[in-house]
């Protein structure tokens, strides 16, 4: 079991793509807010709107340039250990990952060096401009991505031939069933992500006394947007369930936890599954709640586990406990979401320690959400890599063996156990430096980048 | 099969490879020549390549998803069969990106990051030249999957080959800098570039009398009449490119040698593909039969006829903003 090369290559697979979607997840709201920073500053001409995009452009550069590097591995990822997988469903699927390189990977990439190094080489509506385009680029780019993933969830607009999948629809194919709940459920979580660091950092600079001004915008912008979104979250996610009790039932079934087919199914907050026995250890239940979240009635019947074959059911226990982890991190978001806004009303949002504490240290959560409800999607999808008809057995490359895998792995670890941490101490360091004046001035903007170099003036 | 797409896609994925080595190729070898020169002279490198090593990478990601969307075959055979070479070409890069973001802001480590963007720059380069080699000499298949060992890569070919593109990307690089700076750096880059060359010269060479002797098909396509009277022109113009650029990396101080070294790469290029054609994977399938359906080729050509372009203009503009000479011991103004 050890050095099997398709449970190595999976593991490798959750290593690699663990890391990197931190980045995205993080970089698609910072990109929205940078354009939203430079549009404020350039239509009301207030620098410190100027400031605070400089500092989070500078932050912005950083995990941008780990997301590059993190990111060209994937591709790859699918021809070294994944070949068979490519091989049937590259029809359908290579075109939309190319269209992401193509539409969103690009715009980012060029427009990226304007946002970064041109404030002073361009006129300040293009540097707008570039904001915005960096911005719509994160987003296409998520488009293209999730529609790849969701096709893997809910194939459509194809027929099988040969035993590879032919594409028949690309419309189809682009918005299959579970695309749409998958891209707003994504997109929203990736916001309230950026939202929430945003809300961390303005709080720890408030804190440490730095760039008020900044920080104060910061919390207040954070706020307006986490106590729209966090709610709104909670319902897209009750549809994308709604949505994945049509089309998976078997992941539902794991992320319920029911073992048994029933009506009036209860809630489980909490149990240990046990797939050999195929029942709930220690299950703490209220009743018909189950059924009335996932149904909407009283009596709506949810399929239990038991009621697939044993060797089409996903394991339980991975999907079971990180479906609720997120849950719990929602729930826990829209605390302090609330709070932050009760504290505003009665004006002492600014003085109250307590809660720029614990606005610090909720910071993290919409990374540990998003990992935890990648991990719900993609566990409960087995053992499929494409829901149904290809399994993650059979999308292995074949040449390999679980030495091969063994020394990939281990090098995929030792190099993101340097990248990764030395990347978030980096940009930690950004953020002790502050967002005031004098703070952007000597360390100009960087993009991977030092000083920018001096350019040639026309005629010199 | 014989769809009329597939050569449209040879010609774009041929133009995306091409442009990811020159554009990527310039920076790795600035990378390689990085170590040998002195500190200040690495800022001013590593300024000329700054606002531009992150956009050349994104090729390489164009050139392997346009693969597996043209081609899908052809990469599910391929990139197995490179296995170890893809994983160390991934982590150098990786390294170097990484190394090239934080030397700026950890002035401690900086010597460790300085090695680590030198190295790194050696090691992918080295590596891609592996993947070449491995794919010129072909692979063990049957039926549609790649059937032999993943360290089928390692043979004396490969490491010719790796070596022919550490000097090729280091010439590349060297043109660069001559474009890009002045002074002593830039006639150090012209000595450089000499030893570079005759490097390449001697690889392009060793694999052009090398090939032939391995694969019966590459000599009968070479040296069998008329094909030789046809193909003569290309080594001939490789020659005098060679003079061509031998002579501009003494003197000019504008684009020649850069330009002049791509073309060179461009002719090398053209007398593999000249060996290959019109087999993608070779010995096994041909383009046509690795090819994904019209659906999915004329698909993705949509949106690429549109894009590409824009794609080359905003390159073209980005190295348009960032023109002239970078100055040594002068950041920001």
């Known amino acids: 079991m050890i050095l099997d090369p398709l449970f190595l290559s999976r593991l490798q697979w959750v290593w690699v793509i663990s890391w990197h979607i931190l980045l995205p997840a993080f970089t698609v709201g910072l990109a929205s807010y940078i354009a939203v920073l430079e549009g404020l500053a350039f239509f009301t001409g207030r620098p410190v709107w100027t400031r605070i995009s400089a500092f989070w452009t500078r932050i912005f550069a950083v995990s941008f340039g780990m997301g590059v590097v993190s990111g060209i591995v994937m591709p790859f990822q699918m021809g070294t250990n994944w070949s068979r997988f490519s091989d049937t469903t590259a029809n359908v699927l290579a075109p939309l990952l190319a269209y992401e390189g193509l539409t969103a990977f690009f715009l980012e990439a060029s427009f990226l060096g304007v946002l970064l190094f041109g404030r002073k080489l361009v006129p300040p509506w293009v540097h707008f401009f570039a904001g915005l385009m960096v911005a719509a680029g994160t987003l296409f780019s998520t488009f293209w991505i999730l529609s790849v993933n969701s096709w893997m969830q809910t194939p459509a607009g194809f027929h099988i031939a040969g035993g590879r999948f032919f594409p028949d629809d690309w419309w189809a194919v682009i918005f299959n069933p579970s695309f749409p709940y998958r891209y707003v459920h994504n997109v929203t979580a990736f916001y309230i992500t950026t939202g929430f660091v945003v809300l961390g950092v303005g709080a720890f600079l408030l804190r440490r006394g730095r760039s008020g001004e900044e920080a104060r915008l910061m919390i207040r912008m954070a706020l307006n947007l986490l106590i729209i979104l966090v709610p709104v979250q909670m319902v897209l996610g009750d549809l994308h369930g709604l949505n994945t009790r049509a089309y998976q039932p078997a992941k539902l079934a794991a992320i319920e936890g029911r073992y048994d087919t029933a009506a009036r199914s209860p809630l489980t907050l909490f149990g240990i599954p046990d797939d050999t026995t195929g029942t709930m250890q220690y299950a703490v239940e209220i009743p018909a709640l189950g059924s009335l979240l996932l149904t909407h009635s009283w009596d709506g019947e949810i399929k239990g586990l038991n009621s697939f074959p044993a060797d089409q059911r996903p394991p339980m226990a991975i999907p079971f406990f990180s479906f609720r982890i997120m849950v719990g991190i929602a729930v826990l978001m829209l605390l302090v979401a609330c709070a932050g806004q009760i504290l505003r009303m009665r004006g002492r949002l600014d003085s109250s320690a307590w809660f720029l504490r614990l606005c610090q240290w909720t910071a993290p959560l919409g990374f540990v959400a998003v990992i935890a409800g990648w991990v719900t999607t993609e566990v409960g999808r087995q053992p499929w890599t494409v829901y149904g008809l290809l399994r993650t057995a059979k999308s292995v490359t074949p040449s390999l063996t679980g030495t091969d895998v063994a020394i990939s792995f281990a090098l995929y670890i030792l190099v993101y156990l340097i990248m990764f941490p030395t990347g978030i101490a980096f940009m930690a360091g950004i953020v002790r430096r502050g967002a005031g004046e004098g703070s952007t001035e000597p360390a100009p903007i960087e993009a991977g980048l030092p000083a920018a170099p001096y350019v040639q003036q026309a005629g010199e | ?333």
């Open chain 2, 1 to 333: 099969m014989w769809h009329s797409l597939v050569p449209i896609w040879t010609v774009i994925l041929g133009l995306g490879i091409f442009i990811y080595v020159a554009l990527d190729g310039f920076d790795l070898g600035v990378g390689i020549l990085y170590g040998l020169v002195t500190p200040a002279q690495r800022e001013t490198m590593m300024n000329s390549i700054g606002p531009f090593w992150d956009g050349n990478e994104t090729w390489l990601i164009l050139g392997s998803v346009g693969l597996l969307a043209a081609f899908p075959l052809a990469f599910a055979i391929i990139i197995p069969a490179v296995y170890f070479p893809i994983l160390i070409m991934l982590l150098a890069l990786v390294f170097r990106g990484v190394a090239f973001e934080f030397r700026f802001k950890q002035v401690r480590l900086r010597s460790l990051w300085d090695a680590a963007f030198c190295i790194g720059s050696m090691i992918a380069t080295f590596a891609q030249g592996m993947v070449l080699g491995s794919f010129i000499q072909g692979f063990k298949v049957e039926g549609r999957i790649f059937a032999g060992s993943s360290f089928d890569f390692a043979t004396p070919f490969a490491l010719l080959t790796g070596v022919a593109l550490m000097f090729g990307y280091a010439l590349l690089g060297s043109g660069w800098i001559i474009l890009k700076t002045e002074g002593p750096l830039q006639l150090w880059s012209r000595h450089a570039g000499r030893v570079c060359l005759i490097g390449v010269l001697c690889c392009i060479a060793a694999v052009s009398i090398w090939t032939p002797l391995a694969t019966e098909t590459i000599a009968k396509r070479w040296f069998s009449w008329p094909n030789s009277f046809i193909l003569m022109p290309l080594p001939i113009c490789t020659l005098l490119l060679a003079i061509y650029i031998w002579r501009s990396l003494k003197r000019d101080d504008g684009l020649q040698p850069f330009l002049s070294s791509v073309g060179l790469f461009a002719f090398s290029f053209l007398g593999i593909a000249v060996s290959l054609w019109p087999m993608i994977v070779p010995g096994h399938y041909t383009l046509w039969e690795a090819a994904s359906p019209e659906s999915s080729q004329a698909f993705l050509l949509v949106g690429t006829l549109v894009l590409l372009p824009v794609i080359l203009f905003y390159t073209g503009w980005s190295y348009w903003v960032f023109r002239g000479k970078v100055r040594e011991g002068i950041g920001y103004h």
